[in-house]
């Protein structure tokens, strides 16, 4: 089972781009989503996660740029991106800690397959 990441491309410096990640329905049950990114010569990191409450985390060079949000409806989570900036280049990958059997799991860990964001100067 895979997570279905979209919405990436190439902005200028600036732009905006918003990231999807639709979720199976096989998945019942999400505990927390998180997007991640691997930007050229650094390891991955998490950028956002959002709980199964709703309060969100971001890490600092994001924040007040990058917003998270979960449509419970959709099984959709999204990652608007405003005032993009070149070292936010690099590919985004969402992840979600998810259940098939309910909210009493057990829960694994699920990834989509990654979505390439690429910034100009």
């Known amino acids: 089972v895979q997570l279905q990441a979209c919405g990436g491309g190439l902005v200028e410096a600036g732009g905006s781009l918003k990231l999807s990640c639709e979720v199976p329905q096989s998945i019942n049950a999400v505990n927390n989503m998180q997007w991640w990114r691997r930007t050229p010569g650094k390891q991955r990191e998490k950028v956002a996660t959002?709980?199964?409450?709703?309060?969100?985390y971001y890490i600092d060079s994001v924040k007040g740029r990058f917003t998270l949000s979960r449509d419970n409806a959709k099984n959709t989570g999204y990652l608007q991106m405003n005032n993009l900036k070149p070292e936010d280049t690099g590919v985004y990958y969402c992840?979600?800690?998810?259940?098939?059997?309910?909210?009493?799991?057990?829960?694994?860990?699920?990834w989509g397959q990654g979505t390439q964001v690429t910034v100009s100067s």
């Open positions: 992840y979600v800690l998810g259940s098939k059997h309910g909210s009493l799991g057990p829960y694994d860990d699920y």
């Open positions: 959002i709980g199964s409450g709703g309060g969100v």
